[in-house]
């Protein structure tokens, strides 16, 4: 697939840091001469949004291209930015079913990575016995994003997938993978604690707060407009 993605001023200027589970491998096109922005898209091997963010340097027409255990996203703090992005996947049988083949093995074997995409892959087929089933096994290994799908799936479950509405395991998950520094999940925990919930969430806006303003550190999009 390809899209075309414009930074400008007034519109969007930010893209949270996120993984490409449903490509094979992704391919970001630069449009622009680098002396017209400031910023741009960057890397980032840890939570720690304003320690371990570093920015690609892409001048007109090169390519970044990278796989699905690249923690990356794109900041433009001034000037305006142009660039193509292309998906790809690694075979024409994986575009047609919208399966992602490639992390079969690698999930198989005990990479907790390729098996968080994998269940992804699952979830998106609307195979949700298969997607649960390594949900859990990833969930064993503490890892932050598949804690915080867990917490969403319980909170409300997806549609068609027959799971139970879950708010005491919805509120465990996220709390692990806030304690994770999982961004998102301090951010969702958060915003219910400030507002609470009527029978379901007990208001608690100190310790809300406090989650919201660890989200916000990490550029947490949402985190601003609940603080």
Do not use: N
């Not at 690249?70 to 024409?92: A, M």
Request: hydrophobic share 35%; glycine share 10%; aromatic share 12%.
């Amino acid at each position: 697939s390809a899209c075309f993605r414009l930074f400008v001023p007034e519109e969007r200027r930010f893209i949270a840091p996120h993984h490409e589970y449903g490509a094979y491998v992704t391919a970001v096109i630069s449009l622009q001469d680098p002396q017209a922005v400031t910023g741009g898209m960057f890397v980032q091997g840890s939570t720690r949004a304003f320690l371990d963010r570093k920015f690609v340097q892409l001048g007109r027409g090169d390519v970044c291209l990278f796989q699905h255990d690249l923690h990356h996203g794109t900041e433009v703090q001034e000037g305006s930015r142009f660039e193509l992005v292309l998906s790809f996947k690694d075979s024409p049988q994986a575009v047609a079913d919208g399966t992602c083949p490639w992390y079969k093995k690698p999930a198989e074997i005990g990479d907790v990575s390729a098996q968080y995409g994998y269940l992804l892959s699952f979830a998106a087929r609307k195979d949700f016995s298969s997607a649960k089933d390594w949900l859990e096994e990833v969930c064993a290994h503490d890892h932050p994003e598949a804690l915080g799908t867990a917490g969403e799936w319980a909170w409300d479950p997806p549609q068609g997938s027959g799971f139970e509405t879950d708010t005491a395991a919805a509120l465990k998950y996220w709390r692990q993978a806030a304690e994770l520094g999982h961004g998102r999940s301090q951010c969702r925990l958060g915003s219910l604690l400030v507002q609470g919930v009527k029978g379901r969430v007990e208001q608690d806006s100190w310790e809300g707060k406090r989650l919201l303003r660890l989200a916000f550190e990490q550029d947490e999009p949402d985190s601003g407009f609940f603080l």
